[in-house]
C-alpha cells in the first residue's frame, strides 16, 4: 500500500488540530511530524508536547504517527517522543555518532525506527543497519524549509534504494520520499520504489479544501 503522509508544516498552526482532522477526514491514515532543533537543521518547529496533543486525534483513526527527528543528539529526546505517541520515530544518519545504538533504542521502547539520508548522504551510509530499520527516508530537499523544490536525481536515489531492500528480502521496511511531492511528482516517485510520500503545501495549501488536494494527489496517482 502506498501512504500519503501530509507534513503540518504548511499547516494553519492557529487550527492545527482542525487541519489534522480535515486530512483524516479525506482518508489520510499517516501523519508525518517534522520535528526541527534550529542546530541539526537551520529552523525550529515544535518538540514533544505538539505530538502528543495530536496523537489521540490519529489515534480516533488509527492513523500512523510518524516523527522525523532532524535534530542534533536525537538519543536524548526519542524516549519523550516515544512517549509522545509516535509509532514511527526517525532519526538522520548524519546526526548519530552510533546510528545503530540509537536505532535498537527506539526498538526497545515499542517503536519503529527510521532513518533519513540528506541529499548528499550516500545510501551506504545505512547499509549495515537497514535490516534493524522499519523505515528508510529519502530526502529529495535539503531539510529545514518546507516548500522547497524537489531535486531531480532523488529519483535514482530511490530507485537504488528500493533495489537494497529488495535484495534483502526487506519487504516490511517502508521506503519514505520527503520534499518537493506534489501532484505532478507523486506518481513518479510511487514507481521510482517509494511506498510513503511526505506532501506538505502539496495538501496544505492556503485557500484550497483538504479533502480537494488530497482527491488531487490520489487522481495523480491512479493515473
Same mark, same amino acid.
Given at each position: 500500500?502506498?501512504?500519503?503522509?501530509?507534513?503540518?508544516?504548511?499547516?494553519?498552526?492557529?487550527?492545527?488540530?482542525?487541519?489534522?482532522?480535515?486530512?483524516?477526514?479525506?482518508?489520510?491514515?499517516?501523519?508525518?511530524?517534522?520535528?526541527?532543533?534550529?542546530?541539526?537543521?537551520?529552523?525550529?518547529?515544535?518538540?514533544?508536547?505538539?505530538?502528543?496533543?495530536?496523537?489521540?486525534?490519529?489515534?480516533?483513526?488509527?492513523?500512523?504517527?510518524?516523527?522525523?527527528?532532524?535534530?542534533?543528539?536525537?538519543?536524548?529526546?526519542?524516549?519523550?517522543?516515544?512517549?509522545?505517541? @509516535?509509532?514511527?520515530?526517525?532519526?538522520?544518519?548524519?546526526? @548519530?555518532?552510533?546510528?545503530?545504538?540509537?536505532?535498537?533504542?527506539?526498538?526497545?521502547?515499542?517503536?519503529?525506527?527510521?532513518?533519513?539520508?540528506?541529499?548528499?548522504?550516500?545510501?551506504?551510509?545505512?547499509?549495515?543497519?537497514?535490516?534493524?530499520?522499519?523505515?528508510?527516508?529519502?530526502?529529495?530537499?535539503?531539510?529545514?524549509?518546507?516548500?522547497?523544490?524537489?531535486?531531480?536525481?532523488?529519483?535514482?536515489?530511490?530507485?537504488?534504494?528500493?533495489?537494497?531492500?529488495?535484495?534483502?528480502?526487506?519487504?516490511?521496511?517502508?521506503?519514505?520520499?520527503?520534499?518537493?511531492?506534489?501532484?505532478?511528482?507523486?506518481?513518479?516517485?510511487?514507481?521510482?520504489?517509494?511506498?510513503?510520500?511526505?506532501?506538505?503545501?502539496?495538501?496544505?495549501?492556503?485557500?484550497?479544501?483538504?479533502?480537494?488536494?488530497?482527491?488531487?494527489?490520489?487522481?495523480?496517482?491512479?493515473?
Amino acid at each position: 500500500m502506498f501512504h500519503i503522509a501530509p507534513s503540518i508544516l504548511t499547516a494553519d498552526f492557529a487550527r492545527l488540530g482542525e487541519e489534522v482532522t480535515d486530512a483524516f477526514e479525506a482518508g489520510i491514515r499517516w501523519l508525518h511530524l517534522d520535528v526541527m532543533d534550529g542546530r541539526f537543521v537551520p529552523n525550529m518547529s515544535f518538540g514533544p508536547m505538539l505530538v502528543r496533543s495530536l496523537s489521540p486525534i490519529a489515534a480516533r483513526y488509527e492513523a500512523i504517527v510518524d516523527a522525523h527527528l532532524m535534530i542534533a543528539d536525537p538519543d536524548n529526546y526519542v524516549e519523550d517522543f516515544a512517549a509522545a505517541g @509516535c509509532d514511527y520515530i526517525t532519526v538522520h544518519a548524519e546526526a @548519530c555518532t552510533h546510528l545503530h545504538r540509537t536505532v535498537q533504542h527506539i526498538r526497545s521502547l515499542g517503536k519503529r525506527p527510521g532513518v533519513a539520508l540528506n541529499p548528499a548522504t550516500p545510501l551506504s551510509a545505512v547499509e549495515e543497519v537497514l535490516p534493524d530499520l522499519s523505515l528508510l527516508l529519502i530526502m529529495s530537499v535539503n531539510p529545514g524549509f518546507g516548500g522547497q523544490k524537489f531535486i531531480p536525481a532523488s529519483l535514482d536515489k530511490l530507485a537504488r534504494a528500493r533495489r537494497m531492500i529488495d535484495e534483502r528480502g526487506l519487504s516490511d521496511v517502508v521506503l519514505q520520499v520527503d520534499g518537493g511531492v506534489n501532484k505532478s511528482l507523486i506518481a513518479a516517485v510511487r514507481d521510482a520504489g517509494a511506498t510513503s510520500a511526505v506532501t506538505g503545501s502539496a495538501v496544505y495549501a492556503p485557500g484550497r479544501s483538504r479533502a480537494e488536494t488530497i482527491a488531487e494527489l490520489q487522481q495523480a496517482l491512479a493515473k
